[in-house]
């Protein structure tokens, strides 16, 4: 059983950064009430950029006003809970208690940060604590997170040596995503929940990932066998079957028309027990294929559906399979990403309709780069499929940026020299 990798968190203070802190005086104390509550216009979408990275965003406030009487703890539980709702934070822990109190979660002590990372499972190495106040930064320190200093110039004491100071929330995240893509948040491929899937159609490379153990299935279609120079299609099928028959593969019909695809699909599922029938979501006409799609998976065929795009079609493939063979979808992530669109929500959004539809399986199609395969994971996507080209660079995967860089001159230089460049 594969061990998923502890999470990395973004730990915000609330009165100050998550919200407005009312200031008085230079210094700055929380609403008293939801009406003075003020949630800053850019906040949401500075921590939409750390949740698409997979960081957890986990609220962290003092409120001793409560403990001293100043305060009602339900007016106090009304302003966090629309700060959950509104920000989508995954948490957002409080510590009620006065100064002298001799607990462990008042900042600066780090207690909340630790019952977090123990309750969310955070890595709080890779984590970070942004704050607006000296005692955020110490309990950020305290507990092992790099630390940015949200500089409101209150007129108080300044937190001794943050790692970085910003003078806005955006300003802080830039650096925090920066500092993040230095160090990968999975350390290893064998973290990794999402199963790899080759794609393509040479047979002496797929016979080669067939011998790696992380390779958990195969897909293939017609334009990757053309540039193969594959020409007898079921030869070839038959062929790669001989040799692989314990682990999944689809290959896929290339008839425009719904009789002629169901006859091939009919054929094709007819080749092997792990042999899955990729059937496109329309024909080239725009004509849609649920009603073959649905037939044939209840018809006891494991389809794969392909070619998907759009959430509509990703809800209607699903609905068409309910209740068949086990099967999957294909979404081809890679094309979406083509157009400007960042396919994450997308495929974050697919994996909430799938849940709860243990027949149905996510693919996360077309990747470009080997951070797909951290994002397919990080959504919770199933399967991602991935060319010979995007597998043989995985071995880059925590390699220091520095050495990389170093590498990258070498390169350049010794091309170079093969070239016998001269100025």
Same mark, same amino acid.
């Given at each position: 059983?594969?061990?998923?990798?502890?999470?990395?968190?973004?730990?915000?203070?609330?009165?100050?950064?998550?919200?407005?802190?009312?200031?008085?005086?230079?210094?700055?104390?929380?609403?008293?009430?939801?009406?003075?509550?003020?949630?800053?216009?850019?906040?949401?979408?500075?921590?939409?950029?750390?949740?698409?990275?997979?960081?957890?965003?986990?609220?962290?406030?003092?409120?001793?006003?409560?403990?001293?009487?100043?305060?009602?703890?339900?007016?106090?539980?009304?302003?966090?809970?629309?700060?959950?709702?509104?920000?989508?934070?995954?948490?957002?822990?409080?510590?009620?208690?006065?100064?002298?109190?001799?607990?462990?979660? +008042? %900042?600066?002590?780090?207690?909340?940060?630790?019952?977090? $990372?123990? &309750?969310?499972?955070?890595? !709080? /190495?890779?984590?970070?604590?942004?704050?607006?106040?000296?005692?955020?930064?110490?309990?950020?320190?305290?507990?092992?997170?790099?630390?940015?200093?949200?500089?409101?110039?209150?007129?108080?004491?300044?937190?001794?040596?943050?790692?970085?100071?910003?003078?806005?929330?955006?300003?802080?995240?830039?650096?925090?995503?920066?500092?993040?893509?230095?160090?990968?948040?999975?350390?290893?491929?064998?973290?990794?929940?999402?199963?790899?899937?080759?794609?393509?159609?040479?047979?002496?490379?797929?016979?080669?990932?067939?011998?790696?153990?992380?390779?958990?299935?195969?897909?293939?279609?017609?334009?990757?066998? +053309? %540039?193969?120079?594959?020409?007898?299609?079921?030869?070839? $099928?038959? &062929?790669?079957?001989?040799? !692989? /028959?314990?682990?999944?593969?689809?290959?896929?019909?290339?008839?425009?028309?719904?009789?002629?695809?169901?006859?091939?699909?009919?054929?094709?599922?007819?080749?092997?027990?792990?042999?899955?029938?990729?059937?496109?979501?329309?024909?080239?006409?725009?004509?849609?294929?649920?009603?073959?799609?649905?037939?044939?998976?209840?018809?006891?065929?494991?389809?794969?559906?392909?070619?998907?795009?759009?959430?509509?079609?990703?809800?209607?493939?699903?609905?068409?399979?309910?209740?068949?063979?086990?099967?999957?979808?294909?979404?081809?992530?890679?094309?979406?990403?083509?157009?400007?669109?960042?396919?994450?929500?997308?495929?974050?959004?697919?994996?909430?309709?799938?849940?709860?539809?243990?027949?149905?399986?996510?693919?996360?199609?077309?990747?470009?780069?080997?951070?797909?395969?951290?994002?397919?994971?990080?959504?919770?996507?199933?399967?991602?499929?991935?060319?010979?080209?995007?597998?043989?660079?995985?071995?880059?995967?925590?390699?220091?940026?520095?050495?990389?860089?170093?590498?990258?001159?070498?390169?350049?230089?010794?091309?170079?020299?093969?070239?016998?460049?001269?100025?």
């Amino acid at each position: 059983m594969k061990i998923r990798p502890k999470q990395r968190a973004v730990f915000l203070d609330r009165d100050g950064v998550l919200n407005r802190a009312v200031v008085r005086e230079g210094k700055p104390y929380p609403p008293t009430s939801l009406q003075e509550l003020i949630i800053p216009d850019d906040i949401g979408p500075a921590l939409y950029r750390l949740r698409r990275k997979g960081f957890l965003l986990i609220g962290i406030t003092n409120q001793p006003d409560v403990a001293r009487g100043r305060q009602k703890k339900d007016i106090v539980d009304q302003i966090n809970q629309r700060l959950l709702n509104q920000l989508r934070l995954d948490d957002l822990l409080v510590c009620y208690h006065d100064d002298g109190d001799g607990c462990d979660c +008042r %900042k600066p002590n780090p207690g909340l940060l630790l019952r977090a $990372a123990q &309750e969310h499972d955070i890595d !709080i /190495s890779a984590s970070f604590m942004m704050g607006d106040r000296w005692s955020d930064i110490e309990a950020g320190r305290r507990a092992g997170c790099e630390t940015v200093f949200l500089n409101n110039e209150y007129l108080e004491q300044s937190p001794a040596n943050p790692d970085f100071v910003a003078a806005t929330i955006s300003v802080g995240i830039d650096y925090i995503l920066t500092r993040a893509a230095e160090k990968p948040s999975v350390k290893s491929l064998t973290d990794l929940r999402v199963k790899l899937f080759a794609d393509g159609a040479n047979l002496s490379e797929m016979l080669r990932l067939y011998a790696n153990p992380m390779i958990a299935g195969f897909t293939t279609n017609p334009t990757l066998m +053309r %540039k193969a120079g594959v020409s007898d299609y079921k030869g070839f $099928a038959v &062929e790669v079957l001989r040799a !692989i /028959s314990d682990r999944p593969i689809s290959f896929e019909v290339f008839s425009d028309e719904f009789e002629e695809m169901k006859r091939e699909a009919l054929l094709i599922a007819d080749w092997g027990e792990n042999v899955y029938v990729k059937i496109p979501i329309t024909n080239t006409r725009g004509e849609g294929s649920l009603p073959l799609i649905q037939g044939l998976s209840h018809d006891g065929i494991k389809v794969n559906v392909t070619a998907v795009l759009t959430m509509k079609q990703i809800r209607e493939a699903s609905r068409a399979l309910e209740g068949g063979a086990p099967s999957c979808i294909s979404v081809f992530a890679g094309r979406i990403a083509d157009t400007g669109r960042d396919p994450v929500p997308i495929m974050a959004a697919a994996v909430e309709v799938l849940k709860g539809v243990p027949s149905q399986e996510l693919i996360w199609a077309s990747p470009r780069e080997v951070l797909n395969v951290y994002q397919a994971d990080q959504v919770g996507c199933h399967i991602i499929t991935a060319t010979p080209e995007i597998l043989s660079k995985l071995n880059l995967v925590g390699k220091d940026l520095s050495e990389f860089s170093a590498d990258t001159v070498k390169m350049f230089r010794e091309d170079a020299l093969k070239a016998a460049f001269k100025i």
